[in-house]
């Protein structure tokens, strides 16, 4: 069984491992995008779209299934290594043949090298993978954390020294195997794992059956993901593939660093508590609450920030990024919805359920895209965000109906963050129209002032604003602030 300690210790680990991550990549991506061009990214990310798809087949599902698994031995992992491996040589050898089809296809011959080298990653796959689920299984997001910080560092590091040499494009792509390779040579001795190849394949019958039904869901996921750049790929070129995805991965970041750091650990919690309908309701609707507690304030700053933050930060090239970054912000709500929802049906085995939901929205999605290209870039994020609501909604019916839970639990476990962040958007509207015309007009102070001033009246109110809900998280900070002192009780 999953303590608390355990599973709050392990969402710390994350957290920090996410949120360096996620700093250091925003960092990295901003000297990357005033040395390179949205056309590079946009190279790239239409390359992604494929590889990412096949990446999915690779791992199929399996390391999951051995996260997720009561017992796992030594040799259930050498037959997933095993498998893994086979499938990774394959698919090499398949993008590695339809190459040159592929660059026809985008009527652009680079795409032939760039799609062969990047597709190096699959055979070297298995040797992160691997090691990578045995920390997990065992809760040891620390070590996870570590590696996964430096191997950011390392492969933006190594792409921004190649842009900074002319390579465009290619600089992506080697700093990518490159981290591949750190990844794996760091993760084996940490996991105390070494690769052996097994071919009692009758024994993981078990884990390829729950596995494939794993990947297919997150293969329709992906697919969903990935439509935006797909369809704007073959319409308005890679350069509104880039613009796009930069307000995109603005927009998800806070997601991303935040939900990702809770989604890990509750997943593996609640496999372990999977006989206990009480505990993993508590586990579900806490994740949610202090969740949206912590991220929504993030998404009403981008809200009030989108064009001044692109514009100073990135150029003005760039500043048409800031559209979907204000509108996919408004998808907030539904990510969390959907993504720890999707945790409750991957962790009891409602696979089956997931999957029509993901197969209806992937059908939604590319119709609602499809009519939001006459608006630009804009349009489509729109789109995302319908789709996202649609997916959301549904995905949380699920959820409730698997756990035995109230429909009400969700709105009410976002009734703490609500009141918090009415106050922080008010501050923010008063602010604004208090601040001087030279501050105003320069969009980094801008930014930094706002952002400044929201994070501390934040802060002050989660703190002191007296909501029953927020009371133990209250204490726990002022503790470890040393604002007050820990309830014995």
Known sequence: MASGQSIRRGIAWLFVGNTSKQVLGFVFGVVLARLLVPEDFGMLITIQVFTGLAGFIAGGGMGQALIRAKTATAQDYDIVFTLQLIIGCLIYAVFFLAAP????????????????????????????????????????????????????????????????????????????????????????????????????????????????????????????????????????????????????????????????????????????????????????????????????????????????????????????AAGPLAILALAWPFWLMGNLSGNVLKARNWLGHELAVQLASLAIGGLAIWVGLAYGIDGVAWAVVGTAAFTGIWQYGLAARCLDARLSGFPRALVPAGVLNVLLATVLFLMDLALPQAVRQNDLAYVLTMGTAGGLVYGLAFLYVPLAALAVEQQRWKTKLRLGRENPG
């Open 101 to 320: 089809w592929f660059a026809h296809w985008y009527d652009n011959p680079l795409y032939s090298d760039l799609l062969r080298v990047s597709a190096l990653s699959f055979i070297l796959r298995p040797f992160v993978n691997l090691p990578g689920n045995m920390l997990h299984r065992a809760m040891r997001f620390k070590a996870q954390a570590v590696v996964s910080v430096i191997t950011l560092i390392v492969s933006s590091t190594v792409s921004i020294g190649l842009a900074y040499l002319g390579n465009g494009v290619w600089s992506l792509i080697w700093g990518g195997i490159v981290g591949s390779v750190v990844s794996a040579l760091l993760l084996m001795p940490i996991a105390r794992w070494r690769p052996r190849l097994s071919t009692a394949f009758g024994r993981g019958r078990e884990i390829a059956r729950y596995g494939v039904l794993f990947s297919i869901n997150d293969i329709v996921f992906y697919l969903r993901s990935q439509l935006s750049a797909f369809i704007l790929s073959r319409t308005l070129g890679p350069a509104s593939v880039g613009l796009f995805n930069k307000g995109e991965s603005l927009a998800r970041m806070p997601h991303a660093f935040i939900t990702g750091s809770v989604y890990p650990v509750l997943f593996r919690a609640l496999g372990a508590e999977q006989d206990n309908l009480d505990r993993s309701r508590y586990l579900y609707f806490r994740s949610i609450a202090l969740v949206a507690l912590y991220a929504t304030p993030f998404y009403v700053g981008l809200l009030w920030l989108a064009e001044p933050l692109v514009r100073g930060v990135y150029g003005v090239r760039w500043v048409e």
